[in-house]
């Protein structure tokens, strides 16, 4: 661990200890503890031990007038240890910067040469026990050759640096908006004349690199740095160089328009701050679990698509402050849903599932908030099929603007709405507008009372609906179903987890013969998601699986493709991203009541 890293987990072993104990004392341990497995009760337990060890360790140094001392700790806890392939000298590191190296043995991190991973190896609960290396040595050509020795590393964690590839997914979805070189933008310098491109003598030290893609419309450019750019590709440090250097050949691209009319160039920057700066103008709540966040952003409204999702946090500096817990929200993949009255406006839609969801429904009129996108690839809209829709709550977020896209392109839509209960319904009438036939769903409690005609309803299994559905149980006086199920097309299935395996399963096993061989089922995948930027942090990768072998084929990035085809989705590998933090989930939502028991936090 560097510095960052080890203060990091020092602080939030003592948070989830301090956390524990005071909600252990408001509302008994049974509670707290009663919503967690088994497998999250060990991971807590074994945090609250480290948090008791560096409480324990401020308090030795306290008495002895002494600066604490953490780094025994870490290392009795397992600490880091950096395995490479060659020697560390011939390591990029050491060869470009070796002050890193320095400052990492500093901090205590280990370093394991001329090893190469060979597999990982799991718990009973399926997280990482054990990292099985094979030793390299040097043959007597001094190239590095894999031995049969082989190295157990005890790990809980393992970090994989696998290079970067430039980021040109843009193109790709749009294939002839950029001149490429290799994998990369084909660098352009600007001109008198307008873009040249710059192909040769290729260095980040040289006068000529190349700021701008080919990229020329309507007197617009588009600039790219860091490992997006071929010149500046690999390394932190030329990746912040790119910054530095491409910022005056954009701002020289103002210049005429700042000599020429300084008043021009004002009125620019204050349209373009109105068009990219999201503020809150409304905050409404829609059902027990669903909260409704109106935004004015223009830009972000203009070129939403169906399918597509914002990324969504409030400002560290305006979150309050209630007991020494900072309101502020974690980054939230949300649905972005257009305003029907004002094309400026648009609708992010929270389904409350943990305390940054909760948190949002304490924003209110008038607030700033971070918002990106949209993001994430449009909804493929096909035409004239007759497609059938599996939702969850989410779904139905979804479905308020792609419902409406399909029938518009003479697609016919059956739609099975699933609620847990029927209060949970939100935005009725925009739902309608997006199916032809609509099939209420509720898990439990009285069912949704139709308001038209050709819409059903019914409580209980959801698949089990389907099929009564499909069977006319549903209809009155012998009537045949509107839709067969042997005539869908496509079959689209957004929601949770549970929801997708519900769906992939049915479909071999209790609607096996309902559905003809030949329909497409896609589902959308809301897996974990960091930056949401298409491509980059990893954290959304989603394990593609044969449905034929039951293998693994390959990790797609799911924010960049969060539609795929059901049944290869690996939904085992999906339920365990899910799982991944589920003891800080599961303590910061019981904290976030505690917080609003004792303080009544304003929301809606």
């Excluded at 341990?29 to 991971?43: H, K, T, Y």
């Excluded at 040469?113 to 054990?130: C, K, M, T």
């Excluded at 020494?324 to 409350?352: C, F």
């Excluded at 394990?543 to 493709?561: M, N």
């Amino acid at each position: 661990m560097n510095a960052e890293v080890q203060a990091y987990y020092i602080t939030q072993v003592e948070k989830i200890l301090i956390r524990y104990e005071t909600l252990a004392h408001t509302f008994g341990e049974a509670r707290v503890r009663g919503q967690l497995d088994e497998e999250s009760l060990g991971i807590l337990e074994e945090f609250l031990e480290n948090g008791r060890a560096v409480r324990a360790e401020r308090a030795r140094a306290a008495t002895s007038g002494e600066t604490p001392d953490f780094l025994p700790l870490l290392h009795a806890w397992g600490g880091v240890t950096v395995v490479y392939r060659q020697r560390l000298q011939q390591s990029p590191a050491y060869i470009r910067n070796h002050e890193e190296i320095s400052k990492a043995l500093e901090e205590g991190i280990f370093y394991r040469e001329a090893l190469e991973p060979l597999r990982a190896d799991v718990d009973r609960f399926g997280h990482v026990q054990a990292l099985v290396c094979r030793k390299r040595a040097r043959d007597d050509s001094g190239a590095w050759t894999v031995t049969d020795e082989q190295l157990t590393l005890p790990a809980r964690a393992i970090f994989v640096a696998a290079g970067a590839t430039p980021n040109t997914i843009y193109e790709r979805e749009w294939p002839g908006t950029f001149a490429m070189q290799g994998d990369s933008f084909l660098p352009h310098d600007a001109t008198p004349g307008g873009l040249r491109a710059v192909t040769e003598n290729q260095h980040c030290k040289q006068t000529e690199f190349g700021p701008f893609t080919s990229y020329q419309h309507d007197g617009h450019r588009v600039s790219f740095i860091g490992d997006t750019h071929p010149v500046f590709h690999g390394s932190v440090v030329k990746a912040i160089a790119s910054a530095m250097r491409t910022y005056p050949a954009i701002m020289a691209q103002f210049s005429t328009v700042q000599d020429a009319d300084a008043e021009e160039y004002r009125a620019f920057r204050a349209r373009m701050s109105d068009m990219l700066q999201p503020r809150v103008t409304q905050v409404r709540r829609h059902s027990p679990s669903v909260v409704e966040i109106e935004v004015r952003v223009p830009l972000a409204a203009r070129n939403l698509r169906p399918g597509q999702f914002f990324r969504m946090q409030n400002f560290e500096r305006l979150s309050p402050v209630v007991e020494g817990s900072r309101l502020q929200t974690e980054a939230l993949a949300l649905t972005g849903v257009r305003n029907e009255h004002d094309p400026e406006r648009l609708s992010l839609m929270v389904l409350e599932v943990g305390a940054s969801s909760r948190l949002a429904a304490t924003l209110r009129a008038g607030d700033p908030i971070v918002l990106m996108g949209p993001t994430g690839k449009p909804t493929d809209i096909p035409h004239n099929e007759t497609i059938l829709v599996a939702g969850g709550r989410r779904g139905a977020a979804v479905m308020m603007m792609l419902g409406s896209a399909l029938r518009a392109a003479g697609n016919r839509v059956l739609y099975f709405a699933g609620f847990r209960t029927a209060d949970e319904l939100y935005m009725r009438e925009r739902l309608e507008h997006g199916a032809d036939t609509i099939v209420w769903c509720t898990a439990s409690g009285p069912a949704i009372i139709p308001h038209r005609p050709q819409d059903r309803s019914m409580s209980g299994d959801f698949i089990e609906i389907v099929q009564r559905y499909a069977d006319g149980a549903l209809e009155t006086q012998g009537q045949a179903p509107a839709f067969a199920l042997d005539s869908i097309d496509r079959i689209l299935a957004i929601g949770s987890e549970r929801l997708l395996r519900m769906v992939q399963e049915a479909r071999t096993g209790r609607l096996s013969g309902y559905f003809c061989k030949d329909v497409r089922a896609i589902g959308s995948v809301g897996s974990p998601m960091q930056c949401m930027l298409q491509g980059v942090c990893a954290q959304c990768l989603q394990w593609q699986l044969d449905p034929a072998t039951g293998q693994r084929t390959r990790a797609v990035f799911s924010c960049a493709g969060q539609d795929q085809p059901l049944d290869w989705v690996d939904l085992d590998n999906l339920d365990a991203r899910l799982a991944q933090n589920r003891v800080q989930e599961r303590l910061s939502d019981a904290w976030l009541d505690y917080l609003f028991t004792r303080t009544g936090i304003a929301r809606v």
